[in-house]
């Protein structure tokens, strides 16, 4: 499955979209893995590095959230 998210968006476009889908247990950390993901452009290995993390984690968080905010934009 491809995840896209619409280029004509804007990244606050992008930070509302974070803040409304990305929700539940851990939000918080979520919600900073994908900002760091979609607006601030870190790798995986960047962004597994800077949250403490496995970079399987953040991929396995990245890939989720992607599916869910690629069905709501």
Known sequence: ?????????SESD?????????VGFKAERNRAIMRLRLIDGLTFEQIA???DMS????VKIIYH?????SRHV
């Open 14 to 22: 992008i930070e509302n979209l974070i803040k409304q889908w990305v």
């Open 65 to 69: 959230w992607l599916d869910v905010l």
């Open 55 to 58: 970079v399987r984690g953040v």
């Open 49 to 51: 590095e800077r949250m």
């Open 1 to 9: 499955m491809k995840h896209e998210i619409n280029k004509e968006l």
